[in-house]
């Protein structure tokens, strides 16, 4: 019974860890889409200056 709920346990805790990933992955490519944006927007006013 307790090796049962400690192998449950080991499971959650890698779910939760692989949520938490997906998680951060997901807020590091919101992160460079918004820096990509910016890029574009600044490299576009550079174009046009000229």
């Known amino acids: ?3 049962c709920q ?3 346990l080991k499971v959650t805790n890698f779910i ?3 949520i938490e990933l997906v998680n951060a992955i997901a807020d ?3 992160v460079l889409v918004k ?3 910016i ?3 600044f490299s576009s006013k550079r174009k ?3």
Do not use: A
């Open 39 to 41: 890029w574009h927007e």
């Open 16 to 18: 939760i860890s692989c």
């Open 1 to 3: 019974m307790g090796s």
């Open 6 to 8: 400690f192998g449950l």
């Open 35 to 37: 820096l990509r944006n």
């Open 48 to 50: 046009n200056r000229r």
């Open 28 to 30: 590091l490519l919101e």
